[in-house]
């Protein structure tokens, strides 16, 4: 029944290490979003794709990186964690032709030590 | 710039007590507005939103939100609140052509028996 869904549901990792989140959806969707919301914080968009086309926000920094191998997968690569970068990611999805409603997965939370 | 504001960060309410959750948006056109709701450790569900059309909009969970462009206002009510309605809510505004959110900073309802 779930249609957004994220592994694993927490992550830890060590400082440096690199770790990779997973985000697929059961929706068909042609968007899909990564935030990052880290404690008592509002969520922050750190990239899309639409379709294969990648857009990164412009603060977004060089250590996370994407990848969208097929309409249904996107990953969350953090090539070296920092202490700052312990947050939820949430992943989320959007019909591009015919909505304007994003629908969240229920996020990874990453623990870095 | 576009921005959202959510000027209360705690608020509390007992159980059956009416709820207003406060929303106010800087944007220059007619903007597209959103409500989610987030429990803790969860992704994000979205109650309602507002494109165009009627002000009043009716979402689920028995929530309803105003849209009031004088007052630059989206606020979020619920005549009668549940012990599960204890949660954050995060206002969230629709910004550029694929549709980035905007979130304000959250209130966190605690609702006392």
């Known amino acids: 029944d779930a249609m957004v869904i994220q592994n694993p549901r927490y992550q830890v990792t060590q400082f440096g290490k690199p770790v990779t989140l997973s985000c697929s959806q059961t929706l068909n969707h042609n968007v899909m979003y990564w935030y990052q919301q880290k404690s008592s914080q509002a969520p922050k968009l750190l990239f899309h794709y639409y379709d294969k086309d990648f857009n990164n926000e412009a603060d977004t920094p060089d250590n996370f990186q994407s990848r969208r191998p097929n309409t249904s997968f996107c990953f969350l690569d953090i090539r070296s964690p920092g202490l700052g970068d312990a947050a939820m990611y949430l992943c989320?999805?959007?019909?591009?032709?015919?909505?304007?409603?994003?629908?969240f997965g229920p996020g990874t939370r990453l623990t870095v030590l | 710039a576009q921005s959202v504001t959510q000027p209360d960060i705690h608020i509390t309410v007992s159980e059956g007590a009416s709820l207003e959750l406060r929303c106010n948006y800087s944007y220059g056109a007619t903007p597209y507005l959103f409500w989610y709701v987030q429990s803790p450790g969860q992704g994000l569900q979205l109650l309602l939103k507002y494109f165009s059309g009627d002000t009043l909009v009716q979402g689920i969970k028995g929530f309803e939100a105003e849209f009031k462009r004088s007052q630059s206002s989206f606020n979020l009510r619920k005549p009668s609140v549940h012990w599960s309605d204890a949660a954050e809510y995060f206002c969230?505004?629709?910004?550029?052509?694929?549709?980035?959110?905007?979130f304000g900073a959250g209130t966190r309802l605690a609702v006392h028996p």
């Open positions: 969230a505004g629709r910004s550029g052509g694929y549709n980035k959110l905007i």
């Open positions: 989320a999805t959007r019909d591009g032709s015919s909505t304007d409603t994003q629908y």
